[in-house]
């Protein structure tokens, strides 16, 4: 279809990943046929770095020009050695301010490089999903340290009390924090320089790629800032109804059914 793509951008969850949150060796096979090309494969992700290093590993992208956009867009990380090459983060007196606006029926947590930092006695069980799907433990933290590394911070809550939050509080957090509801029950607060659209926006000045030579696959709301900005916007059938109405490629087969390789093997020819 285009020949002229540079650099192919893809979410994990809900898109790479299916929903064992395993790749598809056809996956991996058309990651692996358009990176011999030399076309730049990102995964730009909502997860920290420790919560997908072994899905670098399996489609071994660790070599010295390879990168990821993680935390929702807050750090673009050299894949080689982990180190950063730009980030928007937060800090504790964010999350201090933060911790002010929530209510006993609610947790909030911070996101970093390499950990989930949350200092409640018992940990909910919004939580304790996010740690599983990540594979990272639940750290405890001393609140005290103003220089703890605030990557983003996560409110997580029952649906109901998200809802509440958001309709109470996302107005007013928008003048100086960019937000995030990728499902019900989290919400989270970056920096308001942060997203996936604005770090990849970064890496292809970097790499001297322009907007209209990348290709992005995502499926949910913290997709929408890159899938609006590049030349192929791209989504798997399960993909929300939003995410399909800014896209270029609707796949007919699903995050299930290696809807990612399928895109690539149409833009792509191969």
């Not at 301010?97 to 996101?111: E, S």
């Not at 750290?139 to 996560?154: A, G, Q």
């Not at 649906?159 to 509801?181: G, P």
Request: aromatic letters at 8%; one cysteine or more; hydrophobic letters at 40%.
């Amino acid at each position: 279809m285009d020949k002229d793509i540079k650099l192919v951008a893809i979410d994990l969850d809900g898109t790479l990943l299916d929903s064992h949150k395993e790749v598809a060796k056809r996956n991996i096979d058309a990651i692996n046929k358009i990176r011999s090309k030399g076309v730049y494969v990102v995964i730009s992700t909502g997860r920290p770095c420790a919560g997908f290093s072994w899905i670098l590993d399996k489609l071994n992208l660790f070599h010295d020009d390879d990168y990821s956009i993680t935390n929702t867009g807050t750090l673009i990380m050299k894949n080689m050695d982990k180190s950063d090459v730009w980030k928007k983060c937060l800090s504790m007196k964010d999350f201090k301010f933060a911790q002010t606006l929530i209510k006993d029926d609610m947790q909030i947590g911070i996101y970093n490089k390499y950990s989930i930092l949350n200092n409640y006695k018992v940990i909910n069980k919004h939580f304790l999903f996010e740690a599983d799907i990540l594979k990272m433990p639940i750290e405890k933290f001393d609140e005290s340290d103003m220089n703890t590394d605030v990557d983003r911070i996560t409110i997580t809550g029952d649906t109901h009390i998200m809802d509440e939050f958001s309709e109470k509080y996302n107005e007013k957090l928008l003048r100086d924090y960019q937000t995030v509801r990728n499902v019900p029950e989290v919400f989270e607060i970056l920096n308001k320089k942060a997203d996936k659209g604005k770090a990849l926006t970064e890496l292809g000045k970097m790499l001297g790629i322009e907007l209209d030579e990348m290709l992005a696959i995502g499926d949910s709301n913290n997709d929408k800032s890159m899938l609006s900005i590049v030349g192929i916007p791209a989504t798997c059938s399960n993909g929300l109804k939003s995410v399909k109405d800014i896209c270029k490629i609707v796949s007919d087969f699903s995050n299930d059914e290696a809807g990612v390789a399928r895109i690539i093997e149409e833009v792509f020819d191969i």
